[in-house]
């Protein structure tokens, strides 16, 4: 049995990005699952999210798709997924994500990912979960937001034990070597009392 069953991915919805990137989607999807990982999106069918899901799947992967009803036609729902959940709100969309997943990871993405992502940090900050995030710093992607992180620790706005609240890795397979080294959560996984 893999350490972590499910984990949740944020990434990118825009369908012009860097093929790289693409491809480092499909691959992450097609790693997760090789080691018999579920994974959990967005659960649309375009950009990375869209190259995710085809990789898991592709790889006879079980994947799970959480999308609200609003964003079923702009996202175009991924018909092919092992599950659909479509729920009423975004809010509602990130609880399930949560709930659903053992871990997380952060691949190249835009606003919605960086939302998705500082949430599941900051629930984390404030000790309501403790299951393990990696930011997948391909190609320096996230470079950016490290050295906005580090200047506001630098600023006394992020405590520097805030900093490891996360792992950085730069390769689509360290983000797997790093769910492997994570210690297990022993946070009860419910957010009721978010
Ligand atoms: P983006 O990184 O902006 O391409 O968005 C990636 C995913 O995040 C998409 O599935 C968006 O629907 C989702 N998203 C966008 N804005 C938000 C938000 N405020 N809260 C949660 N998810 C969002």
């Known amino acids: 049995m893999p350490k ?21 989607a499909r691959e992450t999807g097609r790693l997760a699952a090789e080691r018999g990982i579920e994974i959990v999106f967005g659960g649309g069918h375009v950009g ?82 403790d299951k393990p995030i990696v930011l997948a710093n391909l190609d320096g992607y996230w470079d950016t937001l490290l050295t906005m992180l580090e200047f506001q620790t630098a600023q006394g706005y992020v405590r520097p034990e805030q900093m490891g609240l996360f792992r950085v890795v730069t390769s689509v ?11 297990a959560p022993k946070i009860p996984g419910d957010s009721e009392r978010f």
């Open 4 to 24: 972590v069953s499910a984990l949740c991915v944020y990434c990118g919805s825009s369908n012009e990005v860097d093929p790289k990137h693409l491809r480092a």
């Open 48 to 129: 990375m999210m869209g190259a995710l899901a085809d990789g898991a799947l592709a790889a006879r992967g079980k994947v799970t798709g959480i999308i609200p009803e609003i964003l079923m036609a702009r996202e175009t729902a991924h018909e092919g997924v092992s599950e659909m959940i479509v729920v009423e709100n975004m809010h509602t969309r990130k609880r399930r994500m949560f709930e659903r997943s053992g871990a997380f990871c952060a691949l190249p993405g835009g606003m919605g990912t960086l939302d998705e992502t500082f949430e599941i940090l900051t629930w984390k900050q404030l000790g309501l979960h």
């Open 173 to 183: 397979g360290s983000i797997f070597d790093a769910l492997e080294a994570a210690p």
